[in-house]
């Protein structure tokens, strides 16, 4: 049951309406947006909500047996609001969502909330971008629980793993880049693979405070360390950029013993049979 008041339930009644539609979104870092399908900018609740951005959404569609409603909201990318490079940059991840319709004759009477969710998905086509709404029943159709596997299923630095991020940590500038996707810094000598799956934060420069995990990590002495990075930057890697950078664990046994010491708190089963060896055992039984 929608809670609205009773000036606007007495005009959604009546046999003419002025309802506009408004999109509140609200990023991790707080930063908020407002975007309306009115022809005129709405100001409501002291935020604005702009005319001129092209953001529609698909039918809004609410079901009571706890099954995932689908709900896209489609928008034109532009300089003054939402940017490609900052969706690539991860800036709307998991964004606050709130939708809901007011009468713009008349924004005493409040508003009828359609939808609040969350951000998912997110493609584009050309200029435009399509972005996937996801309620709180998304989580209900996530599967829980841990399957036993011979890698580790912790993360590095967290409070099952408890290695120690801080001794992890290094820190240093591009001395010289090709693209967005990989760069070179002549000043390292860890040897290679130290920060394969690591993590980089820049901390200056056009990708500043935005992060990446590390495909590949390599190290020659002619060249210094070369990192790969798993997703291009949204913006140019140049000469100087400063970063911190964490050593890398791909989960095995192997290096969470040579590298971090820390096979007390390994969270895998490297010595239970494989598939492989389960087979194997079956074929002698049956021999």
């Known amino acids: ?38 022809d005129c900018d709405i100001v409501f609740n002291t935020i604005t909500y702009k005319a001129a951005t092209g953001f529609t959404p698909s039918a809004v569609q609410n079901t009571g047996n706890l099954s995932v409603d689908n709900l896209d909201v ?17 800036l709307y991840d998991f964004a606050e969502i709130e939708i809901f319709q007011v009468n713009y004759n008349d924004l005493t009477q409040g ?6 969710g969350w ?11 399509i972005a996937e709404v996801r309620g709180l029943t998304q989580r209900l159709s996530q599967t829980l629980g841990e399957l036993y596997s011979a890698s580790c299923r912790a993360t590095l630095g967290d409070s099952r793993c ?32 130290t920060f394969s799956f690591g993590n980089i934060t820049f901390t200056n420069g056009a990708n500043k405070a935005l992060s990446m995990e590390v495909k590949e990590y390599t190290y020659t002495a002619t060249i210094g360390g070369q990192i790969v990075l798993a997703l291009p930057m949204p913006y140019p890697i140049l000469p100087g950029d400063t970063y911190s ?43």
């Open 162 to 193: 408890k290695v120690d991020m801080t001794a992890n940590t290094v820190t240093g500038n591009a001395t010289g880049a090709t693209s967005s996707l990989q760069f070179i810094d002549s000043t390292r000598t860890e040897a290679s693979d």
């Open 245 to 287: 950078l964490t050593k890398g664990c791909d989960k095995t046994i192997a290096t969470c013993f040579s590298r971090f010491n820390n096979v007390v708190n390994f969270r895998g089963e490297p010595l239970v049979p494989g598939l492989d060896r389960m087979l194997e055992t079956a074929g002698t039984r049956s021999q």
């Open 111 to 116: 508003a009828l909330k359609l939808r609040r």
């Open 1 to 38: 049951m929608k809670d609205i008041s009773t000036p606007l339930a007495a005009h959604l009644a009546g046999e003419v309406t002025t309802l506009a539609t408004c999109w509140m979104l609200t990023r991790r870092d707080t930063t908020v947006f407002g975007f309306t399908d009115h």
């Open 74 to 90: 489609e928008g034109m990318l532009s300089a003054g609001s939402i940017t490609e490079a900052d969706i690539l940059a991860g």
């Open 119 to 129: 951000l998912g998905e997110v493609s584009f086509y050309k200029q435009q971008f």
